[in-house]
């Protein structure tokens, strides 16, 4: 499907096998900041959080899974793009406020360059069959690479509070409120976010009190 | 558009990207009742082409808002919209980002990050079935599958992922 003789290095990613990768240089600059933002938005075709994983956690290691994983669920409860929330918690972990707007600056310049000149020439664009093929196939690889994240992302889970039996039992309940019975995401997190966060305090608790009965 | 409809205009956005939890494209029923049934300022095709556009090209969905402003009034248009919608939920994350440094380790937030976690991974796969499902042929499907595993197991590249899709699109395969 896609030419694999030309990428140098293991093929096999070390990580998905042997779980956590350490976290190794973080960023010294709001330049290094933006830059890393830019370029990874730039390969985000039909979403960009797996690049970011890819990027952030594996290719500059500026945070493990767990961390990425904590930030992108910050991100995910309050209001605004998942992204663009990440970005800012991202900037803001390594730098301040001037590392949440050179991530977020990063995110959207370069992209919204490419976007607004594709506006500009939309008639023909639109129209064009061979972009109307592209974007359909492009359509279904993010869809595969958002799930390739995710399941990453389990790696992230390991030591969590809840335990793996619970953790799987509530994802799965999200996943069905969501994208089976199509509830809307706010009212998913509500129903099954607030049982979470009390498991995982009752938990944290009773680790408090010296450790469990 | 006088200024006073401007910061109408603004206003309104703002409020409605506050309510976009869950991603950019939440709100886009809403806004499309703002700019197209209530406002006048386009019709529902060039709507529905900017957030198509948006989707299509590289970056977070969210600037389908900015083309939204583009196709009000060229580039400054695209600006004052993206800054309107960009605006609220940026100062919530920054709140967020801040409390969080400060009170990061109090025993709720603990608790409450590690409850969120299988939920947020629960998200991301209910994204990835919904938008499998938009197209529910063998090819597509497949496409999907072959691509979480290489994303999921292997160091592959993702652009070659994204060319090699592209293609098959192109071609008519999927």
């Known amino acids: ?213 | 558009m006088t200024v006073v409809a401007w910061l109408s205009l603004v206003g309104n956005v703002m409020a409605v990207s506050i309510l976009s939890v869950g991603g950019a494209l939440t709100v886009a029923p809403e806004l499309s009742r703002l700019l197209v049934d209530r406002l006048r300022l386009m019709d529902s095709a060039s709507f529905a082409t900017s957030v198509a556009l948006a989707q299509a090209a590289p970056g977070p969905n969210a600037l389908y808002s900015a083309v939204l402003g583009y196709q009000i009034a060229g580039l400054s248009g695209a600006v004052i919209l993206l800054v309107a919608f960009m605006a609220p939920s940026t100062a919530v994350a920054l709140a967020a980002a801040r409390f969080g440094a400060a009170r990061g380790h109090h025993r709720a937030l603990v608790a409450l990050k590690a409850g969120l976690a299988p939920i947020s991974i629960a998200m991301l796969v209910a994204t990835a079935w919904i938008l499998a499902s938009q197209t529910p042929r063998p090819a597509p499907i497949l496409v999907a599958l072959v691509t979480t595993l290489l994303a999921w197991r292997t160091r592959l590249h993702l652009l070659w992922m994204v060319g090699a899709g592209a293609l098959l699109g192109i071609l008519g395969v999927l």
Not at chain 1, 150 to 175: D, I, M, N, Y
């Open chain 1, 1 to 213: 499907m896609a030419p694999r003789a030309r990428i140098p290095g293991p093929l096999i990613d070390p990580g998905s096998i042997a779980g956590e990768q350490r976290a190794a240089a973080p960023p010294t600059g709001a330049g290094e900041i933006f830059v890393a933002f830019t370029l990874l938005a730039l390969q985000g075709f039909g979403g960009v959080l797996p690049v970011a994983q890819r990027v952030l956690c594996e290719e500059r290691r500026w945070l493990t899974r767990a961390e990425f994983l904590e930030l992108f669920s910050v991100g995910q409860v309050i209001p605004g793009p998942n992204v663009c929330n990440l970005s800012v918690l991202v900037g803001y972990r390594f730098l301040g406020v001037r590392g949440a707007a050179a991530a977020l600056g990063g995110l959207l310049a370069g992209p919204a360059v490419v976007v607004l000149a594709l506006a500009a020439t939309q008639r023909t664009f639109a129209a064009n069959p061979v972009v109307a093929g592209a974007v359909r196939g492009i359509s279904a690889v993010s869809a595969g690479l958002i799930a390739g994240s995710a399941l990453k992302l389990t790696s992230g889970l390991r030591g969590s509070l809840l335990g793996a039996a619970p953790s799987l039992l509530l994802g799965l309940a999200a996943f069905t409120l969501v994208a089976i019975l199509h509830v809307p995401l706010l009212w998913a997190l509500v129903l099954v976010g607030v049982p979470a966060w009390g498991l995982a305090a009752w938990h944290l608790a009773r680790a408090g009190n010296g450790g469990a009965p």
